[in-house]
């Protein structure tokens, strides 16, 4: 009267018992069984552990599914609920006392989830555990948001018990709060919390030119904080800014294509200056490309000033203490 779990943990078979399921106590010591069957206790794992999983299984092509699952305590941070259809997902970001994030996706938010933040709607960052997660096997990382990926699975569970758990209250006890107001900021704003080496960057600036080598070669100088930056912009990411730009009384677009297209870049950047608006660019190093500019701006959309004005509040803060 045992029933079969369809993942394993940590290669092991998982059974669970129900009503029916007898069970008996037989005279082994507890080290001996564990040597005989290879018993291993469900552990909780860090951040820190959590983003070495997700860096060995970007390393190794071959992880098998059962190593994607594991469990983890952490303090909810930060909750983007779906607002358009471009995000279907209700995405849950948690820490620890590293600071370093994780990035849960569920098509809803668990029940016991809801009713855990809905009782501590004054405490900003509650401390839970999840077991059974799931690494997502191709996407297990963000290089953007600097952040390990995972998923809720059908298994997955939540627990407001145990010793982790404590720990992790206490700690967000006698932590300063800005500590984890600047890591829930710094998500909401979509700004890496530290300086990224990697292939993708985030960068925030405003435009002050557009210029072009030829007809396929399009680049964009922007002043980030007084350094001004230029690098290979896509035609379709122009376009998409072009609609952000338009408004009601004036579409913008690069037409008429008649005109020369040096001129026509020159009235958009005028555009573009005229707006103010602040821009989060998503940079892609490009090995193969020639000159000053070895990033591609892969994405560019409106920056949320509010957010951003607090994470340069705090980090101000900090340098004056």
Not at 179 to 206: D, F, M, T
Request: proline share 3%; with cysteine; hydrophobic share 40%.
């Amino acid at each position: 009267n045992l029933i079969v779990r369809e993942s394993c943990h940590d290669g092991l078979l998982q059974l669970t018992a129900n009503k029916r399921t007898v069970i008996e106590p037989f005279p082994i010591q507890t080290e001996s069984l564990s040597k005989l069957i290879g018993f291993t206790h469900r552990r909780l794992l860090t951040m820190f552990q959590v983003h070495k999983l997700a860096h060995k299984i970007l390393a190794d092509s071959e992880t098998h599914r059962k190593d994607l699952d594991f469990d983890t305590a952490a303090v909810k941070v930060h909750v983007a609920e779906p607002s358009d259809a471009s995000q279907e997902e209700t995405i849950l970001y948690v820490t620890d006392e590293t600071n370093l994030v994780l990035r849960i996706h569920c098509k809803a938010l668990p029940y016991s989830l809801k009713c855990l933040f809905a009782e501590r709607k004054n405490n900003f960052f509650p401390s839970f555990a999840i077991c059974d997660l799931r690494m997502r096997a191709n996407s297990c990382f963000c290089q953007a948001q600097q952040c390990a990926v995972a998923e809720f699975s059908d298994l997955s569970s939540v627990t407001t018990t145990g010793s982790r758990v404590e720990d992790l209250t206490r700690w967000v006890s006698c932590s300063p709060s800005t500590n984890l107001s600047y890591v829930a900021a710094c998500i909401r704003a979509n700004l890496p919390q530290w300086e990224q080496n990697g292939s993708e960057k985030i960068a925030v600036g405003y435009i002050m030119g557009l210029r072009t080598e030829s007809i396929e070669k399009l680049y964009v100088q922007v002043d980030c904080c007084g350094n001004l930056q230029e690098w290979e912009l896509p035609f379709r990411v122009l376009e998409s800014m072009l609609l952000t730009v338009s408004g009601e009384d004036q579409k913008v677009s690069l037409a008429p294509v008649e005109e020369d297209l040096a001129e026509r870049l020159g009235v958009l950047a005028a555009i573009f200056r005229a707006r103010g608006i602040l821009w989060r660019f998503q940079l892609l190093f490009n090995k193969a490309a020639s000159g000053l500019s070895p990033y591609v701006v892969s994405s560019a959309m409106k920056a949320g000033q509010n957010d951003l004005s607090l994470v340069y509040e705090m980090v101000e803060h900090d340098t004056e203490m």
